[in-house]
């Protein structure tokens, strides 16, 4: 995974659209769109304002490696929109995890009364079948 592809990450994370991201890194829309795209790499200027801005780890960011963002205590204090928005996104993550597990066990028991539906089918037809070479 690129840069590009992980500050895309990031700026869904914070559920942010493109303009605002952009807006909050110096950027116009369609040029954060070229970043993200990696038509244009994420230069030291962007990670220095990916830091202060959004407190996002540059290990991360360059490496995949580590947190998304930043650890000390320091660059920890988000302002309360964004752990709003945080707490938020975890929020709708396990709504659909939840959602997500019902629709297997769901899908699980259809499987398993059309498998018995198709066992009785079978046995039919051999019940039958076994008829005719009788006669």
Excluded: P
């Amino acid at each position: 995974m690129t840069e590009n592809q992980r500050l895309k990450i990031i700026r869904k994370f914070l559920k942010e659209t493109q303009e605002d991201f952009g807006a909050s890194l110096g950027l116009t829309q369609a040029g954060y769109s070229d970043i993200e795209r990696g038509k244009n790499s994420v230069s030291g200027k962007i990670k220095i304002l990916l830091k202060r801005e959004h407190h996002i780890n540059l290990q991360w960011l360059e490496t995949g490696e580590g947190e998304m963002f930043s650890a000390t205590i320091e660059d920890r204090e988000m302002d309360s929109d964004k752990m709003g928005r945080e707490q938020h996104f975890f929020e709708q993550l396990q709504s659909e995890i939840d959602r997500l597990q019902k629709e297997v066990t769901r899908l699980s028991a259809e499987n398993s009364s059309y498998s018995e539906l198709v066992r009785s089918k079978n046995l039919i037809i051999e019940n039958l079948e076994s008829r005719i070479n009788q006669k």
